[in-house]
């Protein structure tokens, strides 16, 4: 069973290690430790402008398996996050429909152009592209989705 729930002061250190183990599991030549910092103040200055991190914990133990980052006013989701020992199991789904039920009308986003699992869940998803970019931390390419209440 699970629950969501908003992020506490105390999950930090559970969402990072959560945060780099997924990273990890995707790039793993790209060093995510590095960046811990940069997340808690990226996500600290998301939530500081509307943004709400919603966590999905595991029963009994409450266990963060994974969150997400999302503003409800513009619908910019900026972070969505499973644990890799969960990928596969529907909490990415979870965690998405817990989006849209904060943002009913529009969800847009940035996705590696490499992170093909992940085009592939959001097109599975109804997302569509409506753009390219770049990942202002690493230069590399970005797509731009979209998902519309239809």
């Not at 103040?41 to 133990?61: M, S, Y």
């Not at 965690?95 to 992940?118: G, W």
Request: one cysteine or more.
């Amino acid at each position: 069973m699970t629950t969501i729930r908003r992020r506490e002061e105390t999950d930090w250190p559970q969402l990072l290690d959560l945060w780099v183990a997924s990273w990890l599991a995707t790039f793993p030549r790209i060093d995510f430790n590095a960046r811990r910092s940069w997340l808690t103040q990226h996500i600290a200055e998301l939530e500081k402008n509307g943004a709400i991190t919603l966590c999905l914990t595991r029963e009994p133990d409450k266990e963060i398996a994974g969150f997400v980052v999302i503003n409800p006013t513009t619908g910019r989701l900026d972070q969505i996050c499973v644990g890799p020992q969960y990928f596969g199991q529907g909490y990415g789904e979870d965690l998405l429909n817990i989006a849209k039920k904060n943002s009913p009308q529009l969800i847009l986003l940035d996705v590696n152009a490499d992170n093909y699992r992940a085009i592939r869940f959001y097109e599975r998803n109804d997302f569509v592209q409506v753009g390219e970019g770049a990942n202002t931390l690493s230069g590399r390419p970005t797509i731009m989705l979209e998902w519309r209440h239809s």
